[in-house]
């Protein structure tokens, strides 16, 4: 198996994984929802720890959704310049939008990994005793994630402006 197919099936296995998990995350926040409302209206009760665990499950789909977008590049994008530029310079502004995205998702990955960090020391805790840490890990991890696409993009897009490469 060549290089090019290992990485190519790992992208697909990777996608797999990231949509699966998207389909559980959100799969899991309606039934608990549900859950919660039935309960509350029918049987005046409901889990302690029922709107904390979706506030919880709220980030973690964001921000895997944000991951998934950043994979097909179908995030939101003002493109009213980029519409009346030719296609290579359209080609370079997507090459410094890139860039300029990897760069802010590095900032942000950094910000969000010291909060891990100070949730970390400072023992906090949600859903009754557990650590925030771990529930809030996903915001470093997700944000290098999408500063890692967001340059693979640049390198693509810099490879097809040389012509080492082939726009799909």
Known sequence: MSNNSLIKNLGVWGQRVENGLLVLLLTSMI???STQIFLRNVLGTGFT???ELLRILVLWLAMLGALAASRD???????ALT???SPRLGMIAGLFVCVFVAVVCGFICRASFLLVKDAFIY????????PAWVYQSILPIGFGLMSWRYLTH???????LLGKADPE
């Not at 023992?123 to 557990?130: C, W």
């Open 31 to 33: 039934l608990l929802a």
């Open 154 to 160: 640049a390198a693509r897009r810099a490879r097809i």
């Open 73 to 79: 590049q179908r995030h939101i994008a003002i493109d």
């Open 49 to 51: 720890v029922g709107d």
């Open 83 to 85: 519409r009346h530029l």
């Open 123 to 130: 023992h906090d805790t949600v859903l009754g005793g557990q």
